[in-house]
């Protein structure tokens, strides 16, 4: 095995096994949504929503030029309840908000996309994990997903203070 690949193996599985789950309430729930993104080597067009999607992605797969959306779903999710959300062509893609966390602002998700096996991964809140998928639609354009949970379980967050209205001069 790659010394390099063990030790980096090494220390995230330290870093895991010595974090303690923060307890959660079954009955909390997580704003979650899902974004099909289909990408295509046909055309040039990029919404321009996704132009910094796009550029991460012709990094590795540079013959990617076209990035459009396709379907986006959001909904609650009580922890530890599975969902299906709607992709494209009839495919779809479990989501479960899982009832452990590791750490403030971060919660962990269990996704089973088209064509791929279940992939389970620490989600920072409100940003977007994204992954390209197996499928390719009738018109040869590749699957991506992106899935967000907001805001994550957790202790109510300290309440603002109302803002004085401002003096008139």
Request: proline fraction near 6%.
């Amino acid at each position: 095995m790659n010394r390099r690949l063990f030790l980096r193996f090494g220390l995230c599985w330290a870093a895991f096994a010595t974090a303690s789950p923060a307890a959660l309430r079954a009955d909390e729930t997580v704003k979650v949504t899902v974004i099909a993104i289909l990408a295509s080597d046909k055309h040039k067009e990029v919404d321009k929503r996704l132009t910094a999607f796009a550029e991460e992605v012709q990094k590795k797969n540079p013959s990617l030029t076209g990035f459009k959306f396709a379907y986006t779903t959001t909904d609650k999710l009580t922890l530890g309840v599975t969902k299906t959300f709607p992709l494209v062509e009839n495919e779809t893609v479990e989501v479960t908000a899982n009832l452990s966390k590791i750490d403030e602002g971060k919660i962990t998700i269990t996704l089973k996309p088209p064509k791929i096996g279940q992939i389970t991964y620490n989600c920072v809140c409100e940003r977007y994990f994204s992954m390209a998928t197996q499928h390719f639609t009738k018109d040869k354009e590749q699957l991506f997903i992106a899935v967000t949970g907001k805001p994550c379980p957790g202790p109510e967050k300290e309440k603002e203070k109302p803002k004085e209205p401002a003096k008139s001069k």
